[in-house]
Structures are given as structure tokens and as C-alpha cells.
């Protein structure tokens, strides 16, 4: 059984950074999108940044040349570097595994960005 754990959140001051991990437990192999997804409460959940299978990256405008997704295959891991925080990037962050049969959610991880 698939388990995906986030690691890394927490307050920050705005203009900080915050890196984010994400590790997947059990066999889940490279072949595999990879993303970060945040929801603010009332709000439906959005894309922040996603590694697909082929290689690339996609981020959503709002994060574009501040934050940057990487994925580590031989440790079944993802990551996000987010630089220059705004309080708008508060939010609950959820990792997220993409199979060709299944998607896999982490239980999420608080970032909250506040002066």
C-alpha cells in the first residue's frame, strides 16, 4: 500500500522560503506525474506545480519564478522549493502521486506566511 507523507511546512515571514518533501512508501516506481496542490478553506483545490512523466514542469502563474518543483525517482520523492513566500501562498499543501491507474494523496502540510 501506497502511503505519501509531507514534510517541511510551517510559518514564515513574507519574503521567506520554505522547502517542501514529499516521500512515498511502499512500490510506486518513476513512472509517475508528480504535483503540489494547495486549498484555502471555502476555496476548491488548485495546482500549484506538477513534474510529469516525461520530464517537464508546469507550475500555476501565481508561483511562476518563485517556487520550483523537483522529484528525486530513486527515493520515490518530490519536492518544492518556494522562495520569496506572499501571504497569499498560505495554504494547505498536498502532495500528489499520478499513476496510469490511481492517484495518490498525501494528508497534507500547513504553510502559512504572516508578518
Known amino acids: 500500500q501506497v502511503q505519501l507523507v509531507e514534510s517541511g511546512g510551517g510559518l514564515v515571514q513574507p519574503g521567506e522560503s520554505l522547502r517542501l518533501s514529499c516521500a512515498a512508501s511502499g512500490s510506486i516506481g518513476s513512472n509517475n506525474a508528480r504535483g503540489w496542490y494547495r486549498q484555502v478553506p471555502g476555496k476548491q483545490r488548485e495546482l500549484v506545480a506538477i513534474s510529469t512523466r516525461d520530464g517537464s514542469t508546469n507550475y500555476a502563474d501565481s508561483v511562476k519564478d518563485r517556487f520550483t518543483i523537483s522529484r528525486d525517482n530513486a527515493k520515490n520523492a518530490v519536492y518544492l522549493q518556494m522562495n520569496s513566500l506572499k501571504p497569499e501562498d498560505t495554504a494547505v499543501y498536498y502532495c500528489?502521486?499520478?499513476?496510469?491507474?490511481?492517484?495518490?494523496w498525501g494528508q497534507g502540510i500547513q504553510v502559512t506566511v504572516s508578518s
Open positions: 500528489s502521486f499520478q499513476t496510469l491507474y490511481y492517484n495518490y
